[in-house]
């Protein structure tokens, strides 16, 4: 019988995983024969099968794994700062009426906003380099976790408060062992926004104003008419940040597994 059970779950398990990927294996197959046939030019499509032999050259050379690191850098120094400012901001926001009413405008107006616009604004105070770029994945970042961290100490309730009042919790043992754990899963779905705009931030910045990075390179192969090297940056692109959400969701189960079990 528990071998009966295994073999379903197996097979349940590779029923998913290849339903999870037909949208992509689709969109390949439709890719390599497109390109194969010549229905499109190849110095605007390359075939599929040539960018990927082309990826192993371009790492060993390092024009991949250099830039890459250099954008994840930019984006996770941005992704940090903006997690430091914007948890602090929101649960101030939650805990002070005064904050929120001066911070909740601030908030709304600029969830909404272009922040890639600012691009030239940072350049001009903070020149080509880290600096400019990491500060603007900051400003795109902060915002979920802003009413991540308001709506997760929103949501605990008075009753806990004052259990926790009534037993002698101090200002700081009470945040840390009763709001931050109850506001953890809202941080978690604030974290697993914020990481795509992080990275997309990242890679913007770097097309439209250089200074290294996997975007500043993208757009260098494309001035160079490097089309199988354009496709091959986009694709290592789309790569890093599948698996940066595959890697959070792993470590969000096992986060919250007292949450969601």
Do not use: C
């Not at 790492?59 to 120094?77: D, H, K, Q």
């Not at 600029?110 to 890639?116: C, R, V």
């Not at 691009?119 to 380099?129: A, E, K, R």
């Not at 902060?142 to 200002?171: C, E």
């Amino acid at each position: 019988m528990s071998d009966r059970s295994g073999e379903n779950w197996t097979w349940r398990r590779l029923v998913h995983g290849t339903a999870a990927l037909y949208p992509l294996i689709l969109v390949a197959l439709v890719w390599e024969v497109t390109a194969q046939l010549g229905l499109i030019r190849s110095i605007f499509l390359p075939r599929l099968s040539t960018v990927i032999e082309l990826i192993p050259s371009l790492t060993v050379n390092g024009e991949l794994i250099g830039p890459l690191l250099i954008s994840l850098y930019r984006a996770g120094a941005g992704l940090l700062l903006a997690l430091i400012v914007g948890v602090s901001l929101g649960f101030l926001m939650a805990r002070n009426r005064a904050v929120r009413f001066l911070l909740e405008p601030l908030v709304s107006f600029g969830f909404s906003s272009p922040k890639i616009a600012f691009l030239p604004i940072f350049i001009l105070w903070f020149g080509i380099d880290h600096i400019s770029k990491i500060l603007l994945v900051a400003l795109t970042s902060v915002f979920p976790f802003i009413v991540s961290a308001y709506d997760g100490a929103r949501n605990v309730t008075v009753n806990q408060l004052w259990a926790a009042r009534a037993m002698g919790t101090s200002d700081l043992a009470l945040f840390r062992r009763v709001v931050l754990p109850a506001s953890l899963p809202s941080l978690m779905s604030g974290l697993r926004v914020a990481i795509p705009y992080a990275l997309m931030t990242a890679f913007t910045a770097e097309m439209i104003a250089g200074g290294g990075g996997l975007g500043g390179s993208l757009v260098l192969a494309q001035r160079y008419f490097e089309t199988p090297t354009v496709y091959a940056d986009i694709l290592i692109m789309l790569g890093a940040g599948y698996l940066l959400d595959i890697a959070f969701m792993w470590t969000r189960r096992r986060v919250l597994r007292w949450h969601e079990g």
